[in-house]
Nanobody, 122 residues
C-alpha cells in the first residue's frame, strides 16, 4: 500500500502548480482522500479533500477559490491544482487516505504519502 505524491517545486507568487498523488495497493473508490500541508514551525493542516461517496469537496478557507481538488478513479489518482500561489502556501504537502466513505478527517487517516515540497518565493 503506497501513496506517491509528486509535482512540488519552487514558484513565484501568483504562479501555479499541480500536485498529484497516485495510490497503489488499494482502490481510491473505497478510500476518502485529501491533501494536508505542514509549514516550518507549524502543525499539519488539512488543505482539501474529496468525498468518495458523492464527490463533494472541502477546502480550508485560505485556499478557497485558488485550489481545486480532483480525483480520477480509473487512474487511482487525486490531483490538487494550485493557482495564484502565495508565500504562505509554502509547506510540505502530503496526500492521505482513509478506508471510509465520505470526506477525510485527519483522525481517520490510514495512509500518508511521503510529502512534496512547495515553495513560493520571489
Amino acid at each position: 500500500v503506497q501513496l506517491q505524491a509528486s509535482g512540488g517545486g519552487l514558484v513565484q507568487p501568483g504562479e501555479s502548480l499541480r500536485l498529484s498523488c497516485s495510490a497503489s495497493g488499494f482502490s481510491l473508490a473505497y478510500y476518502a482522500i485529501g491533501w494536508f500541508r505542514q509549514a516550518p514551525g507549524k502543525g499539519r493542516e488539512e488543505v482539501s479533500c474529496i468525498s468518495n461517496s458523492d464527490g463533494s469537496t472541502y477546502y480550508v478557507d485560505s485556499v478557497k477559490g485558488r485550489f481545486t481538488i480532483s480525483r480520477d478513479i480509473a487512474k487511482n489518482r487525486v490531483d490538487l491544482q494550485m493557482n495564484s500561489l502565495k508565500p504562505e502556501d509554502t509547506a510540505v504537502y502530503y496526500c492521505a487516505a482513509a478506508r471510509k466513505m465520505g470526506l477525510l478527517r485527519v483522525v481517520d487517516v490510514d495512509y500518508w504519502g511521503q510529502g512534496t515540497q512547495v515553495t513560493v518565493s520571489s
